[in-house]
């Protein structure tokens, strides 16, 4: 299958500094990605929708000034939290759907970043 | 209320015995019924999809969808410790093409424990 790469795999940060998550799809060019968190024992929630060349999609609730995403390649997005605080601490996990032409557009997933902010 | 429900367990049986996992849902829109399976601290891979009702299978896992019920599963025979993991399922839309549409609604997932 194809493969996601995020990094880094986890992170570790003062509160008020801003950290960056890349995400690559290693194998495919992906025109959409997807970042979610999950916090423990809980689900994936979709925080925002990644597209190529424009501005990202972001879910209800979720402040688009806070966590920045730039998809500049087909290949590459990054999630930026910006001023994070310790309620930002959470494993933040990035997709790539492969747009192969296929009815179902598989996503695939990076192995997740976990964020601590302390 | 949740778009999709599903009950987190925990989930412990003995090797060999089969496993049912099962997950509703309210959104009738739902086309696209996946299950993933995520290990600890990693991100999810996707064990099957199924488009619309019926049955799916694949080795040992079987995926059924019930779309009058709004009721979907994942059955696992002969499970193994190796299956152990967090088990999730996801539906999406479609779009006016017919493709699936790209958001992912997950279920809360249901924590799996095979001993041997």
């Known amino acids: 299958g194809a493969v996601v790469s995020q990094h880094p795999s986890w992170v570790i940060c003062k509160s008020g500094t801003s950290v960056k998550i890349e995400c690559r799809s290693l194998?495919?060019?992906?025109?959409?990605m997807f970042w979610y968190r999950q916090f423990p024992k809980q689900s994936l929630m979709l925080m925002a929708t990644?597209?190529?060349?424009?501005?990202?999609?972001?879910e209800q609730g979720v402040e688009k000034d806070k966590f920045l995403i730039n998809h500049a390649s087909l290949t590459l997005s990054t999630l930026t939290v910006t001023s994070a605080h310790p309620e930002d601490s959470s494993f933040y996990i990035c997709?790539?759907?492969?747009?192969?032409?296929?009815?179902?557009?598989?996503?695939?997933f990076g192995p997740g970043t976990r964020l601590t902010v302390l | 209320q949740k778009e999709v429900e599903q009950d987190p367990g925990p989930l412990s049986v003995p090797e060999g015995a089969i496993v049912s996992l099962n997950c509703t849902y309210s959104?009738?829109?739902?086309?696209?019924f996946m299950w993933y399976r995520q290990y600890s601290r990693k991100g999810p891979e996707l064990l099957m999809y199924?488009?619309?009702?019926g049955n799916k299978e694949d080795g040992r896992f079987t995926a059924q969808v019930d779309k009058s019920s709004k009721y979907i599963s994942l059955f696992i025979r002969d499970s193994q410790p190796s299956d152990s993991a967090t088990y999730l399922c996801?539906?999406?839309?479609?779009?006016?093409?017919?493709?699936?549409?790209?958001?992912?609604?997950f279920g809360q997932g249901t924590i799996l424990t095979v001993h041997p």
């Open positions: 997709s790539a759907r492969d747009e192969g032409g296929r009815p179902y557009n598989e996503q695939f």
């Open positions: 194998d495919f060019q992906a025109t959409t």
């Open positions: 990644s597209n190529e060349g424009s501005k990202a999609t972001y």
């Open positions: 959104n009738s829109a739902f086309q696209y």
């Open positions: 199924t488009y619309s009702s």
């Open positions: 996801a539906m999406s839309r479609v779009n006016a093409g017919g493709t699936s549409y790209g958001k992912l609604t």
